[in-house]
């Protein structure tokens, strides 16, 4: 936990607890020694003495480390954040991929080989970047999965056990005793009622986000949208059900779901491509303070800090998607090594504003000229 806490400034995050500063939520976790709990930083508890906390980067390092979920913040509606993001492709493709189940059948070695990189540095990389091993990491993202399911969904708990990647409800069971000191049942904060069939909840998200233009790029390239609703139909070889999954804005910072799966296995994969479609664990304010540092992307981004990258369904790229330029981008590509490592949305708020490669090369020359 020592090596763990040294990858944020302790202090920093007290400081953002003490002020519930909403720009930190999901970007570290305080953990409380004296209850053995661990929050989101927005936590509307009363704040623990600066000596009875420590803070880490991930809620799987919190778990790793013997600290369960906060009943109150819930740290599963966090948005997906991370002191990773931008800076490990490796890290980045293997969260991916636990995403979808890798680690629910496989072993660490099998995943290790699928990203290209030996067992022990992919241990390594996780524990850099997210302070945790990764099992550990399949093992919360499950029991978070599990604890919005319980209390957003109708869902019976068998049905939660196989949704959110559980080998079986024995094991789902022991799990959350062993967490929380309590059945799962009990997190159900409502009677349960019978489901209509389908998986209602919602996903987290940084804003400010520009839905308009998410949805009109959704739109021109083939994906079903009508008034405001995104579709897409499950396919068994791709998905691992049949069924269809809609999307649509709810309150600020989450997106809300209908899913309908044949098998609710595939859940967490339909989530993963869910979140990678919308782009939800994007991070506004790094993207801007970064693409910000070039003088014609600044007004850009000021003036639209919400775009967004609209993913693949199926991406089996090796580069992150926010550092992808397309064919036709490749005209910028020495100039957007200094917006790494998102180059892809630096070209976005070019395309947006309909500044071409060429006008861009002419301010430049320009510029230097003067």
Known sequence: MDTVATLLDQDACYRAVLTRDARFDGRFFGCVKTTGIYCRPVCPARTPKRENMIFVPTAAAAE??????????????????GAWRGTSNTVSRALSLIEQGALDEGDVDALAGRLGVGERQLRRLFR???????????????????????????????????????????????????????PPSTLRRRAERPGDGGVRLSLPYRPPYDWDALQAALAARGDAVVRGVWRRDLARDIDGAEGFVTATPGEPGRLKLVV???????????????????????????????LSADPVLRPLVEARPGL?????WVDAGDDAPSDRLADEDQALARRAESWRPWRAYGALQL????IAAAELTERDDERQAA
């Open 351 to 354: 395309r947006m504003a309909g």
């Open 64 to 81: 790793e480390a013997g600290f369960r979920a906060c009943l109150r913040c819930r740290p599963e509606t966090a948005p997906d954040m």
């Open 308 to 312: 967004r990258l609209p993913g693949l």
């Open 128 to 182: 850099q970047h997210l302070g945790a091993a990764p099992v550990s990491v399949a093992q919360t993202r499950r029991v978070l999965l599990a604890k919005a399911l319980i209390q957003e969904s109708d869902l019976s708990m068998a049905q939660v056990a196989l949704a959110s990647g559980f080998g079986s409800v024995r094991r789902f069971n022991e799990t959350f005793q062993a967490l929380y000191a309590r």
């Open 260 to 290: 309908e799966a044949d098998d609710l296995r595939a859940l967490p994969g339909v989530l993963a491509r869910v979140r990678r479609v919308f782009d939800l664990s994007a991070d506004p304010e790094a993207i801007a303070r970064d």
